[in-house]
Nanobody, 127 residues
């Protein structure tokens, strides 16, 4: 059974930074594209960022320039570093893994591409 687990969320202040981590059991993430999505109350789950198996990254416009997604293949962990947090970043953040290696931004920003999902972790930005 594959399980993805997110960690690193919590309550932060506006302007702070947060680093989220995604690990897996039952599957190695090394060959997968691993993405982060988020869902705010009453809204649809939206794409945040993805790192493909070869290292290519894509970001949503809302976080581009203040976020970095990276992977440590030794630790089999994917990180999402977000800086200058804003109130609109408040959401439940999910990591997800996809085995496909074909496609570009349109494919990897689509939540339907992903086969495995974590349970999500709350990030709340308070002013």
């Amino acid at each position: 059974q594959v399980q993805l687990v997110e960690s690193g969320g919590g309550l932060v202040q506006t302007g702070d930074s947060v680093r989220l981590s995604c690990t897996a059991s039952g599957r190695t993430l090394v060959r997968d594209a691993v993405g982060w999505f988020r869902q705010a109350p009453g809204q649809e789950r939206e794409f945040v960022a993805v790192v493909r198996s070869g290292g290519t990254t894509y970001y949503a416009d809302s976080v581009k320039g203040r976020s970095t997604i990276s992977r440590d293949n030794v630790k089999d962990t994917v990180y999402l570093q977000m800086n200058n947090m804003k109130s609109e970043d408040t959401a439940v953040y999910y990591c997800a893994a996809a085995s496909t290696r074909i496609g570009g931004f349109d494919v990897f920003s689509n939540r339907r591409t992903y086969e495995y999902w974590g349970q999500g972790i709350q990030v709340t930005v308070s002013s």
